[in-house]
């Protein structure tokens, strides 16, 4: 009986631990009148902590990091495309609307009834411009990396101390990296 309880207890906390991670879904590249494009899926499981804080006003930025780097390029070696994009949600309790928006500012922001439909549209990326094909050598292997996280130094000051020690504030999809070939 103890053995089925701990055997229930570890499963309930993984299933938890998974729900409240950050992935990349899906990530692909296209080439549109000499450009290269990235569209990506990424899935925000936020923590209990960030959502209650979501609902009680405080808005999440959401850092989107973007490297297209030569295939075996050392870390110090510079990035061909280094691009940050910022990305914020948050709860309206006036109107009990989300609001997705890409900062600066909050032009094309999007609104939505629910904070389940807000979160998938936050993960959403399409047709995001990454660079000029001519800036790419034919000869030459490119790979693309992705990185989302929260950004807790856009938390109110209050929230930081407590995000900076707390590991459920900490979530970020990892790299993730895949071959772009001009």
């Keep these: 009986m103890f053995r089925l309880v701990l055997a229930l207890a570890i499963s309930l906390s ?14 692909k590249t296209r080439r549109a009148e000499g450009s290269i494009l990235l569209s990506a899926e990424i899935d925000y499981g936020f923590g209990e902590r960030a959502l209650e804080a ?12 973007i ?30 609307r989300y609001l997705v928006s890409r900062l600066p500012g909050e032009q094309g922001a999007r609104t ?16 995001l411009y990454l660079v000029n094909e001519k800036r790419l050598d034919p000869s030459q292997a490119y790979e693309v990396y ?17 995000a900076y020690l707390s590991t459920g504030w900490k979530q970020s999809t990892g790299w993730t990296n895949w071959p772009l070939t001009p």
């Design 112 to 127: 939505f009834v629910t904070r389940q439909a807000a979160i998938a549209a936050l993960g959403e990326l399409h047709d």
């Design 54 to 65: 979501l609902e009680n006003g405080v808005p999440l930025t959401i850092l989107v990091h």
């Design 146 to 162: 992705l990185r989302a996280s929260l950004d807790i130094e856009e938390l109110p000051l209050p929230l930081r101390p407590m």
């Design 67 to 96: 490297q297209v780097r030569e295939q075996g390029a050392w870390i110090w070696d510079e990035s061909l495309v280094d691009q940050r994009l910022r990305y914020r949600i948050r709860f309206k309790p006036l109107s009990e």
């Design 14 to 27: 993984q299933s938890a631990q998974a729900a409240e991670t950050f992935s990349v879904v899906d990530a």
